[in-house]
């Protein structure tokens, strides 16, 4: 289950994981290849068996994480909130049907979660990516620029790099990452 500031989204717990969702969709955000609302669950068909095991909102933008890690974005991307680097992210730009966030090679997902206009992914092996918007340094870059494409946070430079991440949150112009201290080497 996943929730954006006026839609939510639900996984299926048997048989393909298909994805559904309902409510606004100005910017597709529901992810059906248009931009009708819904006030009932419709299904996300461009997500059928993609195995998506965790999906989530911002406030007109969603993304889903697949079993193999994969990241699928879709709806508004004018602050970089679908992570497909600087086509398509002009004023009012979106995307009504999902599509793969491109990630740097190696990079397979096991947490994702989204803030109100930008995303953190968690990865298996502790390091975390953010992208979207950045005006007030909630992407965690020691910067105020938005992130178009993922960028990985530099655990070492924020020293958290004895951090072993346990959860990621975003909110609405801030994220939370909550872990456990590790032996130092």
Known sequence: ??????????????????????GLNNYGQLGVGSEDDSKVLVP???LNGRG???VNGGTHHSVALADTGEVYAWGRAD????GIG??????????NAPIVVPMPPGVVG??????ENHNLLLTVDNRVYSWGFGQLGQLGHSSEEDELSP????????????LQ??????????SVLLGSATATK
Not at 79 to 82: A, D, E, K, P, R
Not at 151 to 162: D, F, Q, Y
């Open 1 to 22: 289950l996943g929730a954006g500031s006026y839609h939510v989204m639900l996984v299926a717990a048997k048989g393909d994981q298909s994805v559904y969702s309902s």
């Open 44 to 46: 996300v068909p461009a």
């Open 52 to 54: 998506i095991t965790m």
């Open 79 to 82: 602050y970089g909130q679908l």
């Open 86 to 95: 600087e086509d398509g992210t002009g004023a009012g730009e979106f995307e």
């Open 110 to 115: 096991k947490h994702l979660t989204c803030g």
């Open 151 to 162: 960028r990985e946070i530099n655990m070492a430079k924020a020293k958290l790099e004895n």
């Open 165 to 174: 991440i346990m959860q990621i949150e975003g909110g609405g112009q801030h």
